[in-house]
């Protein structure tokens, strides 16, 4: 939402508007220009306060001390023992601020990217690389897998002073666990439900701006675009990303019916022909790879494109649904302990085991009101999508529809019968509300590691991971070719991917901060 740089030697007082924000000498901010944002600044001699937030629709109450929406506030004063610097951001994490820290100064962007030149080195975080890796995951934690970059994380706050070496982060007490309740008698679950859904959609709705949405064919983004349909009270026009493979027929069906009866302006992209590790794709001609963004960047990049093309610059997703109607740890039928994923041979016997070690333990951000796994989806699609000046919208991840949701019965969770009961009431046929092959992404990365095969070869024959120590990379490239050739593995093909993005993502750092890469931190 916003970027700026502050320098130990810096003068608040010399701090003046500028065309692209605030200015002054050892000091710039500039906020993100955009329709559903708005920035507000506060000057004084020793200080400057900058918030950037979410607008909330037009009469609303100001709620200064208490923003419903997300926001980022950066706040710089001149004090005795020098200059201080205290950052706090809401609750939705819909695009968060990185950080990096160096003897010149302070330096926060919302595109991660953006911080490679000023790193010392492309060296990777042990644990992180290994649960990238292993576990395909990047934890949500201030760490990033580059140790020199930090992310500020949702309603956590940063402490920077001008002597210090490192940024000091405050995190946010964890709420009190979310518990199935009991119904009243005659409570309306689906009347409370719509109530909340239009109630958080509604807050963003202005004249100045339209909303478009993001549909899959699938519960969380179909419910997304006919409540914002209602909302708006107008026709939307919506976006939707075609997979390959046998489950190909079934979504345009299943969408084909979602637009005819919601009356929705749809385009769809065919993604045969977006697939992921594109040499083409603007990340890679670039360098610009980060491993925790979308791993189907070159699908959703297009996407993007032409959203802003039709004048849609806020989009509404689907984030967060998956996660309303999962059962509690409580609800889940005790089960034999969970065989232990295939690892490939490639990887080294080190980093497997720091996996192993750290499953449990690997630094998390506390627990949210707002699930981690949907803070994570926001975290990797925030910077893709303000790229292109494209905000997004999680009306799912809403705090207040959350908690209704996870204080339902098991039995309006299970089987996600408040998403299908919903969407019947709607009109929908079963074709949507029971679907028998909802949409799958992996035939879209399987296309993608298939069709780029040299590239992927070529990117490993000088291959930073392996100079690092975790891969062997004769093995990677013999089991690699050996898969594309058709031999069946006894482990996931998306180890290929995750291997490649984060070589990708290593050679990106090393090519913006002029350093060749070398070992792990």
Not at 40 to 45: D, G, H, K, R
Not at 166 to 189: I, N, T, Y
Not at 331 to 343: C, I, M
Request: net charge negative; aromatic share 10%.
């Amino acid at each position: 939402m916003l970027q700026f740089t502050v320098t130990p030697q810096c003068d608040v007082g010399s701090v003046h508007p500028v065309s692209d924000g605030w200015r002054g000498t050892g000091i710039r901010i500039s906020p993100v220009e955009h329709p559903a944002l708005q920035a507000v600044c506060s000057l004084s001699p020793t200080s400057i306060r900058v918030t950037v937030r979410e607008r909330m629709r037009t009469g609303d109450a100001n709620m200064e001390s208490c923003w419903p929406l997300d926001f980022v506030t950066v706040a710089i004063s001149k004090e005795a023992d020098g200059t201080h610097v205290k950052i706090d951001c809401g609750e939705w994490g819909t695009c968060p601020i990185y950080l990096r820290c160096t003897p010149a100064g302070l330096s926060a962007h919302w595109d991660p990217a953006q911080l490679f030149p000023l790193l010392a080195s492309p060296a990777l975080c042990e644990v992180f690389a290994a649960h990238f890796l292993v576990g395909f995951e990047h934890p949500y934690a201030t760490r990033t897998i580059f140790p020199e970059i930090q992310r500020l994380t949702a309603h956590a706050r940063a402490y920077w002073h001008a002597g210090d070496a490192s940024v000091r982060f405050e995190m946010p007490p964890s709420p009190d666990p979310l518990v199935p309740h009991r119904l009243k008698p005659g409570a309306d679950v689906l009347g409370t439900f719509e109530a909340s859904m239009m109630t958080s959609l509604r807050r963003y709705v202005h004249e100045e701006e339209s909303i478009g949405a993001l549909l899959s064919g699938g519960f969380d983004s179909s419910i997304v675009a006919a409540v914002a349909a209602r909302v708006i009270g107008k026709p939307i026009r919506t976006y939707g990303l075609i997979m390959p493979g046998d489950r190909r027929d079934g979504q345009r069906m299943r969408r084909k019916e979602l637009v005819e009866r919601f009356g929705f302006e749809d385009e769809e992209f065919d993604t045969e022909k977006l697939v992921p590790l594109d040499p083409e794709s603007v990340r890679i001609r670039e360098l610009r790879v980060v491993p925790w963004e979308e791993c189907y960047y070159e699908a959703f990049d297009s996407l993007l494109v032409r959203a802003v093309q039709r004048g849609d610059r806020t989009l509404a997703t689907g984030n967060g649904g998956d996660e309303l109607c999962m059962p509690h740890w409580t609800e889940r039928p005790p089960s034999a302990s969970q065989p232990v994923r295939a690892v490939p041979p490639f990887l080294n016997a080190k980093t497997v085991q720091t996996y192993r070690d750290t499953e449990m333990t690997v630094e998390r951000a506390p627990r949210a009101t707002i699930p981690t796994s949907a803070l994570s989806a926001s975290a990797a699609s925030g910077p893709l999508f303000m790229r292109h000046g494209v905000w997004s919208l999680s009306p799912m991840c809403t705090p207040e529809l959350v908690r209704l949701c996870r204080r339902l019965p098991l039995e309006w969770r299970e089987g996600r019968k408040l998403w299908w009961s919903y969407l019947r009431d709607l009109g929908c046929s079963p074709c949507i509300t029971h679907p028998k092959d909802p949409e799958d992404f992996g035939p879209l990365m399987e296309l993608g590691l298939r069709r780029n095969a040299d590239f992927i070869c070529g990117l490993f024959r000088d291959s930073c991971l392996g100079d690092m120590g975790y891969l062997d990379v004769n093995c990677f490239l013999r089991e690699y070719r050996a898969w594309c050739s058709g031999t069946r593995t006894a482990y996931d093909p998306a180890y290929f991917l995750f291997t490649s993005i984060l070589e990708l993502s290593v050679k990106s750092a090393a090519a913006h901060c002029g350093q060749l890469p070398g070992g792990a931190a």
